[in-house]
């Protein structure tokens, strides 16, 4: 199991798509700020609103690093992508032939994912902290950065859940297509709009708002109920992973 993991670290940092990804999160990072500067000094110019520029504060940075929703986009491809790219190459045949059980590479998939994710997260935060520091400064606040980086923590665990959806897509179901188009709904926030079309009537019988328990709002949110998240996202991964590994285990290996 560990020189398997070895190998998909290695898979994973000499893949130019895990290298060109984390530049577009960067990108995404700095440009987030910039369009948010531009769009106050175009109101400011024409005079429709006295719109003022807001100090972003280093705490809401942790909490949110991302910024724009479509990083988030960018990071879940970035996983359908590794997770695929031994099925596509074909050389899961040599690999799986040399393990004694095949469902261990979807656990070596699943940890590396994780770092994978933790890596775009800090690629983002920086992204951010920089751009904020060149434009007009942090608020320090400290006493609101426990609680950010318990925040971080909890969206890093939300983001491995919805990785996790998106491997047992992509290596247990081996279709990379349904893996990617899930992957943009998931980032994107797009089940919002499902949301608000059944949490009326879900919410008259049981009383439950839904979104509350979906990872792909979860992860979107600056203030969420930490127990609900961290919930969902073992749940999550507690289904997914085990089913991504028994039908790895029970399909041949082409």
Known sequence: MVDLIRMDFYRMFKSKAFIISNIVVFVIAVVSRLAEIGLVKLSQAFGTTEATLDIMSF??????PFGWSIALVVVLISAVTFSYADIANGYIKNIAGQVSNKGDTAISKFIVLA??????MTVAFLGRVIIALLTGGMKME?????LAIGTFGIKWLLLISLSTILLFMSTGLK?????SVVGVILGSGSLMLLHLMIDSTVQRFLHVDISEYDPSILIQESNMIFGNAILVSLVVI????????VIFNKTDVK
């Not at 705490?59 to 949110?64: G, K, L, R």
């Not at 400290?142 to 426990?146: F, G, H, S």
């Not at 507690?238 to 590994?245: G, K, M, S």
């Open 59 to 64: 705490s809401e940075i942790i909490s949110n």
């Open 115 to 120: 770092v994978h994710n933790f890596i775009f």
């Open 142 to 146: 400290w006493v609101e950065v426990p």
């Open 175 to 179: 279709n990379k297509t349904l893996a």
């Open 238 to 245: 507690a289904i997914f992973l085990p089913l991504t590994v």
